[in-house]
């Protein structure tokens, strides 16, 4: 089976799905018989597109953007297309998230369902604000789409609550979702370093990126947060339904206080019950030093799902980086046709 996949972001992320498919696609048609062309790349300043794949070999060497198509464009100007060119079987969404209004990955994806095309998200925007606008049109259209790559890059939280809970209630979900955070106050609590000089480490070790008020100010997490309730809880909530803080705030002093208590802070993500209600929360919170979520360290992330009848079921770790985010898109894409 040869399934022709249309690229949205030649980012970090884009790129090294770039990478991940050249490395992988051997493996992929021996282990699934699946045959994965990349036929187009869409980025803000054009597209190109070669309905025999394009030359990942070639792509390796271009840089990161609309600088790389323009680069492959003059290795190959038959290839340029200053519009989006979407004839493929599968969108790869991976531009960077908007959360205000979706950004251009809303009309790729809206356009490309419209096509019958099926669609992997690595991006949160176009989830975060027409979750059910895209479900509604995916279902109506018979196309599949799959975004467990936007709910913690490389850990399965949407995996298992879908695939490995059915038919089991789930009663509550606490969570540690973005790593960035988590790399954060890990080290303020290990060597005794303020808030600023942990983002600044984080940003030099690229754990961080330099515009990261979204990890910081706990809308990453609110965003995977609110996909996972609106996917699993079946809400229909908007972000504005999500009660945030991020750990701008927290000092070097919260962090003592912490730790004489034997408890660590961390950013947790909570979905829950109340008054027939889901309540969602992000918020720093102080928790046993020796729990399941206490024990994370660096930027890993955990969850933990509370249900009826499987009991607490845990999941630790996922890389928090663009291969971890590529893999995941490469898992839907298997998981999608096999």
């Not at 990349?38 to 600088?67: N, Q, T, V």
């Amino acid at each position: 089976m040869i399934k022709k996949i249309i690229l949205s972001g030649f980012g970090n992320v884009g790129k090294e799905f770039v990478k991940l498919l050249n490395e992988k696609k051997s493996y992929i048609k021996e282990k699934y018989d699946l045959t994965l062309v990349l036929c187009g790349i869409l980025e803000k300043d054009g597209c190109i597109y070669e309905d025999r794949g394009l030359d990942m070999s070639y792509l390796y060497d271009c840089p990161l953007g609309s600088r790389g198509i323009l680069k492959y464009s003059d290795f190959n100007r038959e290839a340029f297309y200053n519009y989006p060119v979407l004839e493929g079987d599968i969108l790869v969404e991976c531009t960077p998230s908007n959360i205000e209004t979706g950004g251009p990955s809303l009309n790729y994806i809206i356009n490309s369902i419209n096509r019958g095309m099926d669609i992997v998200m690595l991006s949160k925007g176009a989830l975060v604000t027409n979750f059910n606008q895209l479900i509604e049109l995916a279902n109506k259209k018979d196309v599949k789409i799959k975004y467990s790559g936007a709910t913690a890059a490389a850990l399965p939280t949407l995996d298992l609550g879908t695939y490995s809970l059915a038919a089991s209630q789930i009663k509550n979900i606490t969570g540690i979702l973005n790593g960035t955070t988590n790399y954060i106050l890990n080290r303020m609590f290990e060597d005794d370093i303020s808030f600023e000089e942990a983002l600044q480490e984080a940003v030099e070790k690229g754990i961080a990126e330099r515009e990261n008020s979204m990890d910081i100010d706990g809308i990453d997490s609110a965003s995977k947060l609110l996909i996972l309730s609106n996917s699993l809880m079946d809400t229909t909530y908007s972000l504005e339904d999500v009660s945030i803080t991020g750990i701008r705030d927290i000092k070097k002093q919260h962090i003592l206080q912490a730790k004489e208590e034997n408890k660590v802070i961390k950013l947790l993500c909570k979905a829950y019950a109340k008054d027939g209600k889901w309540m969602l929360e992000v918020t720093p919170e102080k928790i046993d030093t020796n729990s399941l979520l206490g024990n994370i360290k660096g930027s890993n992330k955990g969850i933990l799902f509370n249900t009826d009848t499987m009991g607490e079921i845990y999941l630790i770790g996922g890389a928090s980086n663009p291969r971890g985010a590529a893999a995941a898109a490469l898992k839907d894409i298997i998981n999608i046709y096999i």
